[in-house]
């Protein structure tokens, strides 16, 4: 009977496991100096953070000279109200397309709870289109660098998310996908 238990907790086990999303992973190479400028945000999975954001989301990347990243994140709230956050990310050692980024004060940088992880997980070769994740799939966004997306583009990194993991249910279209 306990033989039973133990090959059917087995099989369980290996079948849940079979059916978990591999790891994720973040493309190789990336060019910063390619990806600095702006990008629009055309989706994301809702995050605490943005959801006063109801409109005209960018997100700002430029190089400084400290060898970091300058982030500046616009949005446009339901009063029409322009709000930003400026922050700062930085490489992880040994994968270019893994960056971490913080909006805390210089003073809290040591923290380590204060930097999140920041993966481009897909990239257009000629960098017009890039999705964003995390290594836990909580966050997930789909940004161009113009304010709309073509919607067969944009099934396609739905369907590219989707195989890499990721719940698209509560996905919020925050930009024309035409």
Known sequence: MHVHRLLL????????AAWAAPPLQSVEPLDLDRYAGQWHEIAHLPTPFQKKCVADITASYGLRADGRISVLNRCRTDSGKLIEAEGVARAVDGHSGRLQVRFAPDWLSWLPWVWADYWVIALDPDYHWAMIGEPDRKYL???SR???????????????????GYDLAPLRVMAPVE
């Open 146 to 164: 113009s304010p709309s997306m073509d919607d067969a583009l944009f099934e396609s990194l739905k369907r590219q998310a989707a195989d890499m």
């Open 141 to 143: 966004w789909i940004l």
């Open 9 to 16: 907790s087995l099989s369980l086990l290996c079948s849940t």
